[in-house]
């Protein structure tokens, strides 16, 4: 008998992306339509969201969305949720979708509105991402670091196990609205936390964004950052510019080599497991500063550029050092992280502030002289460093 014929399909399909980013200001003022308008509200017909918020947001701005809301006709199911790194779980997300599944929000139309910080922008865009494989959803990031980072690209996720953020995926919110007034109320450590991505973005695209950090530093707290002053305006301005002009060509990630991962590379295994425990900040400025190290005893970063980028790191509140940070750890986070970058390195290092070259040569005997080379800087500088 002949042989049966071959039966072959070549499906190809595109997935556009479409979504605003806007620093607003007076956002909780109900004569500012932007929040309604990303609801889906005209203020005439009732329209409803499910409106997941960090706790502590809630005890001090809740009484204010619930007046906004109200303002604008916007019936809102109420859902607080934690906000701390404990509560980055799978276990939280699909509370969260079980919060849309009991107020049966409708899959197109009404929209799940997050607010708070980098913890509640993952997780509720992983639950927007998981519930009937997609619904809209609203960012609202309340801290620097969910202003400049969590809050402005696709990327959602959860930590399981030992690993930051091994379960996500991508997807993009229809609006993420920032405020800075917001920024008034977090502690000043959280304001610290935020300025380590705003840091990583002047060192590997934006010297113009350092040097303002350097002129700024001895006055960043979050009364400054909060006020719309020209200084702390575009230092924000020019951080979320320079993340989203890195993203959108790449929001998929198709290219593994990726400037925005600098101080990504060692700080996921710290975060998880530094004791007592750090912000995701503070894990990513204890990378940056091996990746100063790195590059400075490679001779791509003259000493004067590596002094500066330790001392704005310093002036910032940010660790560079940690006991936990060992060559072991360092060496183990790299292996996990060759990984996920499908099987090399692709580790950038800056080439002079502004500029980042990717290496895929790092060796056990660098790493060991990159820690030695930050350990003696921090204790020849422990005032900066303490």
Same mark, same amino acid.
């Given at each position: ?20 980013? +806007? ?11 932007? !929040? ?49 790194? $404990? ?18 929000? !409708?899959?197109?139309? /009404? ?75 977090? /502690? ?43 200084? +702390? ?11 989203? +002009? /890195? ?17 990504? $590379? ?12 750090? !912000?995701?900040? /503070? ?50 986070? !790299? ?52």
């Amino acid at each position: 008998m002949p042989n049966p014929p071959d039966y072959s399909w070549s499906v190809q399909a595109q997935q556009p992306v479409d979504y605003q980013v +806007s620093m607003v200001q007076g956002l909780l003022d109900p004569s500012n339509s932007s !929040l309604a308008r990303a609801c889906g509200a005209d203020g005439v017909r009732k329209v409803r969201c499910l409106v997941v918020v960090d706790d502590v947001v809630d005890e001090l701005y809740g009484d204010r969305f619930r007046d906004y809301f109200g303002a604008w006709n916007i019936e809102a199911a109420w859902q607080p949720a934690p906000g701390d790194e $404990t509560a980055k779980t799978l276990e939280q997300a699909v509370a969260i979708t079980e919060a849309m599944s009991a107020m049966g929000i !409708l899959r197109r139309t /009404e929209k799940v509105i997050a607010i708070g910080g980098g913890v509640v922008m993952d997780v509720v865009g992983l639950a927007a991402s998981l519930y009937r494989r997609g619904i809209p959803y609203v960012r609202i990031p309340t801290t620097l670091i969910g202003q400049v980072d969590a809050g402005v690209g696709v990327k959602t996720g959860v930590n399981h196990g030992h690993h930051k953020n091994r379960l996500g995926s991508y997807c993009a919110p229809t609006t993420t609205l920032i405020d800075t007034e917001f920024l008034r109320t977090v /502690e000043p450590r959280h304001i610290n936390n935020g300025m380590a991505e705003i840091i990583k973005m002047a060192l590997v695209k934006d010297a113009d964004l350092f040097e303002l950090l350097e002129i700024a530093m001895p006055v960043v707290d979050a009364g400054m950052m909060a006020d719309r002053n020209p200084l +702390s305006i575009e230092i924000i301005a020019r951080a979320i510019a320079g993340m989203l +002009s /890195e993203l959108e060509p790449n929001l998929w990630e198709s290219v593994l080599e990726r400037s925005v991962d600098y101080g990504h $590379t060692f700080s996921p295994s710290l975060e998880l497991r530094a004791d007592p425990p750090l !912000l995701h900040g /503070e894990a990513v400025g204890v990378d940056m500063a091996i990746c100063v190290a790195l590059a400075h005893n490679r001779g791509m970063l003259s000493k004067e550029d590596t002094d500066r980028a330790l001392r704005l790191m310093c002036a910032a509140g940010l660790p560079v050092t940690d006991a936990v940070f060992t060559a072991e750890l360092v060496s183990e986070a !790299l292996r996990d992280a060759v990984k996920h970058r499908d099987g090399m390195q692709r580790i950038p290092l800056t080439t002079g502030i502004g500029s980042v070259r990717f290496v895929n040569d790092l060796t056990d005997d660098e790493i060991e002289r990159g820690l030695d080379f930050v350990s003696q800087w921090a204790a020849e500088h422990r005032e900066e460093t303490a």
